[in-house]
C-alpha cells in the first residue's frame, strides 16, 4: 500500500507562534484530508486537499500533488490547536485510505 | 445537519467475549467506513461500503470481524470473539460518494481484558 509519512512527529510552540506540517506520499492520490484529532478523541475535518492551496481563517494548506507532499500552515496558535494532526490520502488505483503517523502538537500559554 | 453517530461510546468487555458496534451514517451519504485506531498509530480502514455493498475488506481480519449495512444506511461492526490485541477505538465515517471528503464519528472505545 501507499506509505504516507508525517513531519515532525512532536512539536512544541508557544502561544502565538507559527508552525508548518508536512506530508510526504509515496504514490499518486486522488483524495487528501487533513484532520486534526481534540484530546477527546474526534477527527475533525481541517482540509480536503487533492491538490492546489485552501485557507481557513488561521489554518491554510497546500498540495503539489506531482511531487508527492502536503503542507499544513498554522499561524498564531493557540492552546485549543493542540492535539493530533493527521494527513490521509486515498491513492488513485485501489478503494484504500490511508492515514500517516500524525504530528502531535503542544501549544503552551 | 446531524454529523455520524456511533454508539456505545466505550465497552469493556472479556476476552473470547462477542461485541457488536452500531454506525448511522450523515443522511444521504453512499459510503461508510469503518477504522480501527490503536493507541498512538492513524487510523486503519477495515472495511469500505458503498450503499449496502462492500468496496473493500482487505484489511479486515475475516475470522473474526464482521460487518454489514443492511438497506444502505445504518452499519454493525461486530467482533467475535474478541482478543486482547482488539483493544482499540473503532470510528465509523461517512461520505457523499467513494473519494469523496470523510467526515468521522466520536468512536467506540473497546477494551478487551
Known amino acids: 500500500g501507499i506509505q504516507v509519512e508525517q513531519s515532525p512527529p512532536d512539536l512544541i510552540l508557544q502561544e502565538g507562534a507559527n508552525s508548518t506540517l508536512r506530508c510526504n506520499f509515496s504514490d499518486s492520490v486522488n483524495n487528501l484530508q487533513w484532520f486534526h484529532q481534540n484530546p477527546w478523541g474526534q477527527l475533525i475535518n481541517l482540509f480536503y486537499?487533492?491538490?492546489g492551496t485552501k485557507q481557513n481563517g488561521r489554518l491554510s494548506a497546500t498540495t503539489v500533488a506531482t511531487e508527492r507532499y502536503s503542507l499544513l500552515y498554522i499561524s498564531s496558535s493557540q492552546t485549543t490547536d493542540s492535539g493530533v494532526y493527521f494527513c490521509a490520502v486515498g491513492p488513485r488505483s485501489g478503494n484504500q485510505f490511508y492515514f500517516g503517523t500524525g504530528t502531535s502538537l503542544t501549544v503552551i500559554p | 445537519e446531524a454529523g455520524v453517530a456511533q454508539s456505545p461510546r466505550y465497552k469493556i468487555i472479556e476476552k473470547r467475549q462477542s461485541v457488536a458496534f452500531w454506525c448511522n451514517p450523515i443522511?444521504?451519504?453512499?459510503?461508510l467506513y469503518w477504522y480501527q485506531q490503536i493507541l498512538g498509530q492513524g487510523p486503519k480502514l477495515l472495511i469500505q461500503f458503498q450503499n449496502n455493498g462492500v468496496v473493500d475488506d482487505s484489511q479486515l481480519p475475516k475470522d473474526r470481524f464482521s460487518a454489514e449495512r443492511l438497506k444502505g444506511v445504518d452499519s454493525t461492526l461486530k467482533i467475535q470473539p474478541a482478543k486482547l490485541e482488539d483493544s482499540a477505538v473503532y470510528l465509523c465515517a461517512s461520505s457523499l460518494d467513494r473519494r469523496h471528503e470523510q467526515f468521522f464519528g466520536p468512536g467506540t472505545r473497546l477494551t478487551v481484558l
Open positions: 486537499i487533492p491538490s
Open positions: 443522511s444521504g451519504h453512499a459510503t
